[in-house]
């Protein structure tokens, strides 16, 4: 199976900035798209970004601009850089990845614990 683990998260001023890192592990064949969701108190969890493996990216319109997501695939590395932090971009953020664990296994979604963001106005 793959663990994802996420770091970075924390609290953080208006127009601050935080680096979110997502470390996989496990039994890995190949990993597809990596991508980074969220999911506030009371709200649906939603796509933030996401990158294939060849590096394209896609960003939710909120958040186009300000976030930028990269990965380094010799480490099975996500990260998303988060610039001009605004409230609502407070939430629990997730990490994913689509993944083989072996040359025959379907491709499967996986999903990390999540990390708290808060920012304070």
């Known amino acids: 199976q793959v663990q994802l683990v996420e770091s970075g998260g924390g609290l953080v001023q208006a127009g601050g900035s935080l680096r979110l890192s997502c470390a996989a592990s496990?039994?890995?064949?190949?990993?597809?798209?990596m991508g980074w969701y969220r999911q506030a108190p009371g709200k649906q969890r939603e796509l933030v970004a996401g990158i294939t493996r060849s590096g394209n990216t896609d960003y939710s319109d909120s958040v186009k601009g300000r976030f930028t997501i990269s990965r380094d695939n010799a480490k099975n590395m996500v990260y998303l850089q988060m610039n001009s932090l605004k409230p609502e971009d407070a939430a629990v953020y997730y990490c994913?990845?689509?993944?083989?664990?072996?040359?025959?296994?379907?491709?499967?979604?996986?999903w990390g614990q999540g990390t708290q963001v808060t920012v304070s106005s």
């Open positions: 496990g039994i890995i064949f190949s990993i597809n798209s």
């Open positions: 994913q990845c689509n993944a083989r664990i072996l040359i025959i296994s379907p491709r499967n979604d996986y």
